[in-house]
């Protein structure tokens, strides 16, 4: 067993919020300089720029997980993450589907642009990616454990866009693997304050939109090898593996 550090909340240049810096090159650069050993791509209700990141990433060491940081239909975000080409072009499509037709005003909102691995803009997504989808939290964590991905609500203690902030609790009939608390939050804090959660999986992550947050904060996790099979079997601390420290 061996100790890798995972940042499983990043975004790129494709989501609006994210800075024009968040190419796929300067994030694994960034990563490598920075020893984490695995990232997930989670744009804001798109996993395209997964594939280039993961191509880019193989010949530096590192890991790259397939995801999206969704919004549901109550304005919470999830994490929602994936392991093969096949599962991340079924959510895609599944996002397609009921993503809003709201096109985006990149003046005020940000540019929402695909690239490839020379950085070289491919075109733009039209529509607006930070609009919720039309279907509930309950549906699209079915369809993530359906096609056997992981799905984490992300800073779920943050005043904006979070279980908490939304629902005002986290349902406790909600299959998550994990729970995303905000960087600077006590984990203890945290617990003490919801109470009515039994041993949740307690992760922390970046949300990095700017080079400069990417790996500034992470979780470490005991593993045999940095894979999304690995993380899975951490997350439920199987054989050995688990979860170590923020």
Do not use: W
């Not at 804001?44 to 239909?73: D, Q």
């Amino acid at each position: 067993m061996q100790t890798y550090r995972a940042d499983l909340h990043i975004h790129t240049v494709l989501s609006p919020c994210g800075d024009l810096d968040m190419s796929p090159r300067n994030i694994v650069e960034t990563a490598k300089a920075r020893n984490i050993d695995i990232i997930a791509i989670t744009d804001h209700n798109s996993t395209l720029h997964g594939p280039v990141i993961r191509k880019l990433a193989k010949p530096l060491g590192i890991s790259v997980i397939y995801g999206a940081e969704v919004t549901t239909r109550e304005e919470a975000h999830c994490l929602c993450l994936f392991d093969t080409d096949e599962q991340r072009e079924k959510f895609q499509e599944y996002i397609n589907l009921n993503l809003p037709s709201f096109p985006n005003d990149p003046q005020r909102f940000g540019y929402q642009v695909v690239v490839n691995e020379d950085d070289e803009i491919l075109y733009e997504i039209e529509p607006l990616l930070i609009n919720g989808l039309s279907v509930g939290i309950n549906d699209i964590e079915k369809t993530v454990h359906g096609l056997g991905g992981l799905f984490i609500p992300a800073h779920v203690d943050r005043p904006r866009y979070s279980l908490i902030s939304q629902l005002g609790f986290v349902p406790p009939d909600l299959n998550y693997d994990a729970l995303e608390i905000f960087g600077k939050t006590n984990p203890a804090n945290f617990l003490s304050a919801n109470s009515y959660l039994k041993n949740p999986v307690l992760i922390k992550n970046s949300d990095a939109h700017f080079l400069e947050q990417l790996g500034e904060t992470f979780t470490t996790y005991r593993m045999a090898e940095p894979t999304f099979d690995e993380l899975v079997k951490a997350l439920k601390g199987e054989d050995g593996r688990q979860v170590l420290s923020f």
